[in-house]
């Protein structure tokens, strides 16, 4: 049973209610005993393993796609195609080492790896990535020039989670042929990473787009990408996770991080 609640800070939370009810028999009288078990954790941990699977997915496609091109090329031996396989080879052990923590502990008592990190990084790692990823084929994806010499302090790899999670929600929303534009700002002593594409979420959507299983696509194990941007994003790094959306100005995802 899914219900609602408010947590310490007095907001509003889903809760997950196991319910049981059963007669019994007591000195010739009938009565029903009844209970009610908060599994609100239990299911988090269960969503938080789909997650996993879901974002492992998106960056072996990457993989696997940059695997394809190097063994098409295989005469020239293309040394920047080896180094990018090793790369997402080297990010993929870091989520399983993540996910492992996160499995044995409550989620807001995981700490992160903490390094500072520069902007420059970050848009390297996005174009190495996407280059080869087939689910940006046929899109083009812009990023900001001049990118700003921005510094600040985070765990990388839960940090590309949010951005990936960004590019994959704004790459399926996005028509072949289509853009999507990445910028970052560096305003009140803050990094802001957005994400842009053309198309408008309906209001009805909007409401709900970060809810847990919600999503517009019939395909099982959606519903997945926006709901973990907030949990990585903001329970874990700290952060705030959100979005804009109209009729002129499209859609525009941000995740924006204090430089600490």
């Known amino acids: 049973m899914r219900s609602n609640g408010f ?31 908060d599994i609100t954790y239990h299911q988090k ?30 005469e020239t031996g293309d040394q920047k195609l080896v180094q990018l396989i090793h790369k997402t080879s ?14 044995l502990t409550q989620l807001t008592a995981y700490q992160p790896v903490l390094h500072e ?9 996005i ?4 280059a080869s990823h087939p689910v940006a084929k046929n899109i083009l994806l812009t990023i900001k020039e001049n990118v700003p010499d921005l510094s600040f302090t985070s765990d990388f790899t ?27 700002d560096g305003a009140n002593n803050a ?31 959606r519903g997945l990408g926006t709901y973990s941007m907030k949990m990585f994003g903001e329970e ?3 952060g705030k996770v959100d979005f804009t959306t109209s009729e002129s100005e499209g859609t525009v995802f941000c995740f924006r991080l204090n430089r600490k």
């Open 117 to 125: 990190i520069t902007v420059a990084q970050v848009f390297e790692e």
């Open 236 to 238: 874990i790094l700290g």
């Open 158 to 184: 839960l940090l590309m989670r949010v951005l990936d999670n960004m590019l994959i929600n704004a790459i399926e929303a996005t028509d072949s042929g289509g853009e999507i534009k990445i910028s970052v």
């Open 7 to 37: 947590d310490n800070n007095g907001e509003l939370i889903d809760l997950y209610l196991k319910v049981r009810s059963c007669p019994v028999t007591f000195d010739q009288r009938r009565f029903f005993l009844f209970s009610i078990q």
């Open 191 to 221: 990094v802001g990473f957005s994400v842009w594409n053309q198309k408008v979420i309906p209001n009805d959507i909007s409401k709900r787009i970060f809810q847990r299983n919600f999503s517009t696509k019939a395909e099982g194990g």
């Open 90 to 103: 080297q990010r993929l052990s870091k989520e399983v080492e993540i996910q492992k923590a996160l499995s």
């Open 45 to 74: 941990l269960v969503m938080l393993e789909r997650v996993f699977f879901h974002d492992v997915n998106n960056m072996l496609s990457g993989l696997l796609g940059a695997t394809r091109l190097l063994s098409e090329d295989c």
């Open 127 to 130: 174009k190495n990535v996407y």
